[in-house]
Every structure is written in C-alpha cells, then in structure tokens.
C-alpha cells in the first residue's frame, strides 16, 4: 500500500527553521517524483520543491529559493525538506505528494493536480 506521511511541522520565529519529513512507504523513489506543496488559509495550494527520483533532479519555487532544500535518504524512502530564514510568507500546511516519473516531469512539478498521492499535512507556523 502507498503512502506518505509527514512530520516535523510545529512553531518558529521568523528567521528561524525547521526540517519536515515525508515518509514514502510502497513507493520505489526511483520510480516517482515527490514533491512538496504547501497551501495557507484563502490561498491556492503552491508548488515548492520536488526530488526526481530517476535522475536525482529537484526544483524549487522562486519563493523559496536559496532558502529550501531538499534532502533523500533512500535507505529510509525519506524525502526531506529543510527550511532556512522562514518568514511570514510561509506559514501553511505543508503536503508532500508523489506520481509516476511523467515525459514532462521537469515542466510541470509544480501542478498539483497531476499528483496521485497525498499525505495528510503537517502545519508550519511562524511567528514574528
């Protein structure tokens, strides 16, 4: 059975930071794409990275840029997603989601609709 599971979502001053998790169980990482998306109340759900299993690749979102990365561990099927100088722009809650390596994989990570797995959501809060 396929699925994800989040973790490491909390509370943290501005500027501050903090590392989620996403445990993928059923999947084979080499086979998917896992990507993060976050969505903050009235807002639409964003893309804001994604690993590419088949390559190794990832990609991020201008937003967070120089500010997230991302971290694998494919003894574990870990996908983490580590977050620098969080400021108020980036409180949401935070999914990781997962699809079958796709021909546009590189163009479209960031459609959220495209994905087929979801996991359930970790809250990141930041206070000023």
């Known amino acids: 059975q396929m699925r994800l599971v989040e973790s490491g979502g909390g509370l943290v001053q501005s500027g501050g930071s903090l590392r989620l998790r996403c445990a993928a169980s059923?999947?084979?990482?080499?086979?998917?794409?896992i990507a993060w998306f976050r969505q903050a109340p009235g807002k639409e759900r964003e893309g804001v990275s994604v690993?590419?299993?088949?390559?190794?690749?990832?990609y991020y979102a201008d937003s967070v840029k120089g500010r997230f990365s991302m971290s694998t561990d494919n003894v574990k099927n870990t996908v983490d997603l580590i977050m620098l100088r969080l400021n108020p722009e980036d409180p949401a809650v935070y999914y990781c989601?997962?699809?079958?390596?796709?021909?546009?994989?590189?163009?479209?990570?960031?459609?959220?609709?495209?994905?087929?797995?979801w996991g359930q959501g970790t809250q990141v809060t930041v206070s000023s």
């Open positions: 989601a997962a699809k079958r390596i796709s021909p546009a994989y590189r163009s479209s990570w960031y459609i959220d609709y495209e994905y087929d797995y």
């Open positions: 690993f590419n299993g088949n390559d190794g690749s990832s």
């Open positions: 059923g999947f084979i990482l080499d086979y998917y794409s």
